[in-house]
């Protein structure tokens, strides 16, 4: 446990949130939980946290934990040392009203636990006197009831910072992470890092829905669909290296490596479409092709991919 606990308050209790908060509350951190829906679940049980064995189902171990408080406003949170943003970025503009009542000018920073490109430019502009910072999460978790996740991998951490800007901020988070049991590590640049997490993300979490609705074992399994991830990986790796990050071929190999561990695993995008919410279609596909399009790269493989989701979202009204 670290010597001094902090006050955080967790924005956005789904899969990613419920879990690391979990572990957070569980190490004698602060935990204020700001939810709607599973605002009486979380007063009742707490959060719950299974570890589950991914290709048998079988529960490992269950720990439930007790947030400091549970509210459905953030005035009645008022402001904290750090507000954890576990949302999906389709949220983004909804969240600006209640951050204002956690942060506090010039205090208060601000870590973003999401998927995709563009989140912490966002809260920069909404909040431009606090420092923000991102936490990228390799996890295998999904939220299956009120208050409830299961992991299936337990995956890392990396925190880094707006334009690298607050590394003195950023280590003390993968502190906090890390005596709370979470493998983290400080990224000193926060882009490279970015990208890095989106060799598995645009591939994954995309073909689970442009395939048809389909798990991760089930990508791996078809050749054709292996070899389209293949092709996207190798193309966000070269746009990283027009943009001055380096990914070695390991690491993309390491991908499909981790994602066979992983089994019959529905990424968060494919349960978001499956449960007609909306998809994080700009975060994850659309500001990535931008940002290698600016750099020089038309990205095509990127482009077929966005295209087909954008289509595919619009065809079941989400």
């Known amino acids: 446990m670290i010597t001094e606990a902090q006050s955080f308050a967790l924005v956005g209790p789904g899969a990613v949130g419920l879990y690391y908060g979990g572990l957070l509350a569980a190490d004698g951190q602060q935990l204020h939980v700001l939810a709607r829906n599973d605002a009486a679940a979380l007063k009742a049980q707490g959060i719950i946290i299974a570890r589950v064995e991914a290709k048998t189902g079988e529960v490992l171990g269950e720990t439930a934990i007790r947030p400091s408080s549970v509210a ?20 983004n503009e909804q969240l600006i009203e209640p951050l204002k009542a956690l942060v506090e000018p010039g205090r208060t920073t601000i870590l973003t636990l999401q998927n995709g490109m563009g989140n912490a430019e966002f809260y920069a502009r909404h909040f431009p006197e606090n420092p923000i910072l991102c936490g990228l999460c390799f996890v295998c978790v999904n939220r299956v009831a009120p208050g409830v996740v299961e992991n299936y991998h337990p995956g890392r951490v990396e925190i880094g910072s707006l334009g690298d800007r607050w590394p003195e901020l950023a280590q003390p988070a993968v502190a906090a992470f890390s005596t709370a049991g979470v493998t983290t590590r400080f990224s000193p640049v926060l882009d490279a890092a970015l990208w890095r997490k989106l060799c598995w993300n645009v591939p994954f979490n995309g073909l689970s829905i442009a395939g048809g609705a389909i798990t991760c074992d089930q990508i791996l399994a078809d050749a054709a669909l292996k070899a389209r991830a293949r092709r996207l990986m190798d193309e966000l790796q070269a746009t990283a290296a027009t943009c001055g990050h380096s990914i070695d071929d390991s690491f993309l190999q390491g991908q499909f490596d981790v994602t066979k561990k992983m089994g019959a695993y529905q990424p968060s995008s494919l349960i978001d479409f499956l449960g007609d919410r909306p998809v994080e279609v700009e975060a994850i596909w659309g500001e990535p092709l931008r940002r290698g399009q600016a750099a020089g790269h038309e990205m095509p493989e990127l482009q077929v991919l966005y295209d087909e989701i954008k289509r595919v979202v619009a065809e079941r009204g989400v």
């Open 72 to 91: 459905t406003g953030a005035s009645d949170i008022g402001p904290v040392d750090r507000v954890l943003i576990a949302a999906k970025s389709t949220v």
